[in-house]
């Protein structure tokens, strides 16, 4: 049976550190109630020349080298990204030109948070389906982009980086072994951007009143992610015939340390089987499985042969799981 591993990882995050002390000087916040509530102490922010493409590319010529692959062994591309650099052509478009990859297909996946989980399994499931060998996926943002930092609600959240991983076609029995994504729409209040797209375009009215910064109200996203994390985890694992303790490492959506820590104790996973990032990045919304992904594997976390959970969600709500033998 085909399947998809992964063979090289490459991340990247902006220069410029913003610390919770920075962050105390522009809202009405603490270093205190940030890390209690979150788990954040800093995060990384483009500075105004850089946009997502830029990102995405860095992180993919680190994956593709230490791949041992050059742009040209590409067969499709898929970025997932709530920020892409422009509405369209898709970012995709645009780090296959800046690679210099083969006129390959190329798109974009707009799953908010999700993206990470989304680009993955999608790319994934192109090369079981036997139609691409290699399949170069990335998870790319520049949410302070369309952050607002008068909002103390998100402000201290929300962050920069972009992550890549290059997936090849395996039969060696390692690789993905199954994923499920999901979406329920009826949340879709609960995160968004209001301003910009069919539904209410771009005005002066509507950047005078900042609706082109992403609304949420945190409290209730809270609650249902723990229970997307939960029962998609869950189920995944329950169809495979997986325990809780079969598994060697969790790669959980960098959103929140207290939503990583309630949905591992409710799937049984104790926390030194977790990878945490969020304290040193923040919520890098489809980057951030990617960025956690690569650390695990550049510090030696994951080894050749561990059993892998990864998880994301976000705004949408739209989340899944997959289940990666490394
Ligand atoms: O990728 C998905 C993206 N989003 C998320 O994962 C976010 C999910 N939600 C969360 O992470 C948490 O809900 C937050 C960190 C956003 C907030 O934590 P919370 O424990 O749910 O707090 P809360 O929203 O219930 O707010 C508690 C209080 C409120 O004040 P009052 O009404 O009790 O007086 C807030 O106004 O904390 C206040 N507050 C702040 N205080 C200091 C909200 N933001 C801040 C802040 N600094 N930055």
């Given at each position: 049976m085909t399947r998809a591993r992964i063979i090289g990882m490459g991340a990247y995050a902006p220069k410029r550190v913003l610390s919770n002390a920075d962050l105390e000087r522009m809202v009405e916040t603490s270093d205190e109630w940030i890390v209690q509530r979150s788990g954040i102490r800093e995060r990384r922010i483009v500075d105004e020349s850089e946009a997502t493409s830029d990102l995405a590319v860095r992180a993919a010529h680190q994956a593709l080298e230490r791949a041992n692959l050059v742009p040209e062994d590409i067969d499709f591309i898929v970025v997932g990204t709530t920020?892409?650099?422009?509405?369209?052509?898709s970012t995709g478009n645009i780090v296959q030109h800046r690679l210099g990859c083969r006129r390959v297909g190329s798109v974009d996946v707009l799953a908010a948070c999700a993206a990470s989980i989304y680009s993955l399994i999608i790319g994934a499931r192109f090369i079981e389906a036997g139609k691409y060998r290699r399949v170069l996926c990335i998870g790319a943002e520049t949410l302070s982009r369309i952050t607002d930092f008068t909002d103390r609600g998100t402000c201290v959240l929300l962050a920069d980086a972009a992550g890549a991983a290059v997936l090849e076609a395996t039969e060696d029995g390692s690789g993905f072994l199954d994923g499920d994504l999901y979406s329920d729409g009826q949340y879709w209040d609960l995160l968004y951007m209001p301003a910009g797209g069919s539904r209410m375009p771009a005005t002066a009215e509507t950047v005078a009143q900042r609706q082109h910064y992403a609304k949420m109200k945190g409290s209730e996203v809270f609650k249902v992610a723990v229970r997307m994390f939960v029962e998609s985890t869950s189920a995944l694992l329950d169809r495979h015939g997986v325990k809780a303790q079969d598994v060697d490492i969790f790669i959980p959506h960098q959103a929140n340390l207290r939503i990583i820590e309630a949905a591992a104790k409710r799937v049984g996973l104790?926390?030194?089987?977790v990878f945490v990032n969020v304290d040193r990045y923040g919520n890098t919304g489809a980057a951030s499985v990617y960025v956690a992904l690569e650390e695990a594997v550049a510090t030696g976390r994951v080894k050749r042969g561990d059993l892998m959970l990864i998880a994301a969600f976000g705004g949408g709500f739209a989340w899944g799981a997959a289940l990666v033998r490394w």
């Open positions: 920020t892409p650099d422009m509405f369209f052509p104790p926390m030194e089987k």
